[in-house]
């Protein structure tokens, strides 16, 4: 019976709005695949109480999370129960799109029911309409899959009829894959830059599983502006 306690948030801005209807709020978010807090040949999460990864629990306190903050456009990844979390954020305003990630390790263990995760975008039809989706795996320079995805969605916001491009990405992490995320992080950069408009505001909610001193995450740090939200 105890309780449990939704963990506040700190939302930065990154440019300020010459008006309020300009305001855009997203949140980003690795929700933990539900398949891997169930995969016993991996042993994920060994040290904590059953109790808090059964799927009866973290389901609705991950919609109290997400709603907690009515953000505008919700990105998530490790998302393996998009069929729960898509007609429950429907009830709310939301529309959604969902890529499964290429050799999810979920699809690794020996239980047959766990579905594979992905990469999921939500918005809120108040303020936006969606033009279309692209979706690539991301590629080495001898075009051979790193294990990475790309996911994005162009949106028109309804306000002033601007164009949005919101990207998604899931990268491996492990200090082996390391390389793999390197190239990944260019192959990225190269996918925003075909798929956007110069005059185009990008939002990209990304899990690199990188750390600031990877060789990945300062080429991505050099070409876009990024928070960091791993040291809050």
Sequence with gaps: NEPYMVLSRRFKGRTEPKEKGQIVRVMQWNVLAQ???????????CKTPPRYLAWETRRYLLLL?????MPDIIILQEVDRYDF???????????GKFRERPNSPI?????????????????????????????KQLVNQSGNPTGCI????????????SSLLVVNSHFRGG???SPARQEACVDLCNF????????????????????????????MTSKYKVNRTKQD
Excluded at 151 to 158: G, N, Q, S
Excluded at 194 to 218: F, K, T
């Design 107 to 135: 699809t690794q263990t020996d239980d047959g029911v766990l579905k594979p995760d992905g990469c999921a975008i939500f918005y809120h039809v108040d303020r936006f309409d969606m033009v279309d989706a692209q979706f």
């Design 85 to 95: 979390l898509e007609p429950k954020l429907r009830e709310f305003g939301y529309r």
């Design 192 to 219: 925003i830059a075909e798929n956007s408009d110069p005059n185009e505001m990008v939002v990209i909610g990304a899990d690199l599983c990188e750390e600031p001193s990877e060789r990945g995450y300062n080429h």
């Design 35 to 45: 398949g891997l807090t169930e995969s016993n040949p991996r042993k994920n999460y």
């Design 150 to 161: 790309a996911f994005a969605l162009r949106l028109i916001m309804l306000e002033d009829n």
């Design 65 to 69: 999370e997400i709603m907690s903050y």
């Design 175 to 177: 200090s082996e894959f």
